[in-house]
Each structure stands twice: as structure tokens, then as C-alpha cells.
């Protein structure tokens, strides 16, 4: 979709490994979003930014670590990925807070 | 802590008839957004209907309506005229307001499929 791109958009993994998950925006948007969707439980906020080197942490942040350098990307590690972390992981941004949520197309990962 | 509720893990209807998809919600807040999002088998999020907590007129997007009902935090989705392209995961969401972002909480998703 034009104006947000993750990747990669698949990927395997071995427990123990790290693992950086990127999402890149053209829309010059302040806020970015990483969500995590597992069967049973819709999607769960990790970590989220309003802004260059501006971040926090979401319901599911344990595990998890971002990095924002510049506007465009908003940088998702695993430092030491488990089994537990696999998952399809969506990137989301948005101008301000009253506009909706727009969504890149997801990155699955799985960690064996 | 806030949670939204879809009780109906899968849905069915005939082409061309409506149905309505059910969500609850919990929250303290008196200022929230609820949303829609459809989720095709492509795994695109993608938003249908928005409806703000202090606005009483429940929203439209041409076939799609809510039916909100704040003081028994409920917020359903009726689909009139239903089509294949309709088919997909729904997802109820709720975010409060003036809390430094828009931390979407989601409800577990209702797969509605379409008979032709």
C-alpha cells in the first residue's frame, strides 16, 4: 500500500536470534504504531511513537525494543527472539490523533 | 483496564441480505473513538466506519451503519445489501481520548463469510 511499507514481509527465525523488523512511511506522519496479531487475541499495541527519538511502551512490550532516527522509520527489534514472539507483526501510522489508523500489509515471523 | 468484547466468532449471511456483527466494550472514559476494521484474506487492516463518543448520530459509510449505544457500551456493525467482497475478519476497536496516542484495543475479530 502507497505511503507505508514494512519488511520483511516473511520471515523465519531461530530462537535466540535477534531480529529487526522495519517500517517505513512516506506521509511525513508523527505518530507510528507497532501491533502484534495472534489467533484469539486481535492485535495488541507494543510499542508506539509520537515522534523522532520520541517513544513508549504498549500493552505487549516485554521482549521488545524500537528506534525511531528519522520520521520515515520506526524500527522494531527482538533482541533475543522466542518462540512466543512469532506472530504477523503491523506497523500503523497516523498524522495526529484524531485521524483513524492506516495500516502497512504486516510482516509474519516465525521463530522455530 | 479497557476491553472490547466480540462475541460471535464467526458469522454467515446471504448475498444481498444484512447482518449485524456485535461489540461491548469497557471502559471508564467519557471521550473514545470506536472503530471497524475489515481484514481480508490479504491481511490489509483496513478502517470501515469511525464513531466518536460524544457524537449521539450513529455513523454511515454507504451500506455499512452503527448502532451505538454508549450508556450500555455497545457498538454494532450492520452490513445492508451484503456482497462477496464483504467476507473477511471484522475487528471492534476503542481508543480513549487525551492519552498522548492512539493505543487501539482490539476486540478478537469476527469472521463473517458471505453465501452467494
Known amino acids: 500500500d502507497a505511503g507505508i511499507t514494512q519488511s520483511p514481509r516473511h520471515k523465519v527465525t531461530e530462537t535466540g536470534t535477534p531480529v529487526t523488523l522495519r517500517c517505513h512511511q512516506t506521509?511525513?506522519?508523527?505518530?507510528m504504531y507497532w501491533y502484534r496479531q495472534d489467533p484469539g487475541h486481535g492485535l495488541r499495541l507494543i510499542h508506539y511513537s509520537y515522534g523522532v527519538k520520541d517513544t513508549d511502551k504498549g500493552e505487549v512490550s516485554d521482549g521488545y525494543s524500537v528506534s525511531r532516527s528519522k520520521t520515515e522509520d520506526f524500527l522494531l527489534t527482538l533482541e533475543s527472539a522466542t518462540s512466543s514472539q512469532t506472530s504477523v507483526y503491523f506497523c500503523?501510522?497516523?498524522?495526529?490523533?484524531?485521524?483513524?489508523?492506516?495500516f502497512g500489509n504486516g510482516t509474519r515471523l516465525t521463530v522455530t | 483496564a479497557q476491553t472490547v468484547t466480540q462475541s460471535q466468532p464467526e458469522m454467515s449471511v446471504q448475498e444481498a441480505e444484512t447482518v449485524t456483527l456485535s461489540c461491548t466494550y469497557d471502559t471508564s472514559e467519557s471521550d473514545y473513538y470506536l472503530f471497524w476494521y475489515k481484514q481480508p484474506p490479504s491481511r490489509q487492516m483496513i478502517l470501515v466506519i469511525r464513531?466518536?463518543?460524544?457524537?449521539?448520530q450513529n455513523a454511515t459509510e454507504n451500506r455499512f451503519s452503527v448502532n451505538f449505544q454508549k450508556a450500555a457500551k455497545s457498538f454494532s456493525l450492520k452490513i445492508s445489501d451484503s456482497q462477496l467482497g464483504d467476507a473477511a475478519m471484522y475487528f471492534c476497536?476503542?481508543?480513549?481520548?487525551?492519552?498522548?496516542?492512539?493505543?487501539?484495543?482490539f476486540g478478537q475479530g469476527t469472521r463473517l463469510t458471505i453465501n452467494p
Open positions: 464513531q466518536e463518543a460524544y457524537k449521539q
Open positions: 476497536a476503542y481508543t480513549a481520548l487525551l492519552q498522548g496516542a492512539q493505543k487501539l484495543v
Open positions: 500503523a501510522i497516523s498524522p495526529d490523533l484524531d485521524s483513524p489508523l492506516h
Open positions: 506521509e511525513n506522519h508523527r505518530y
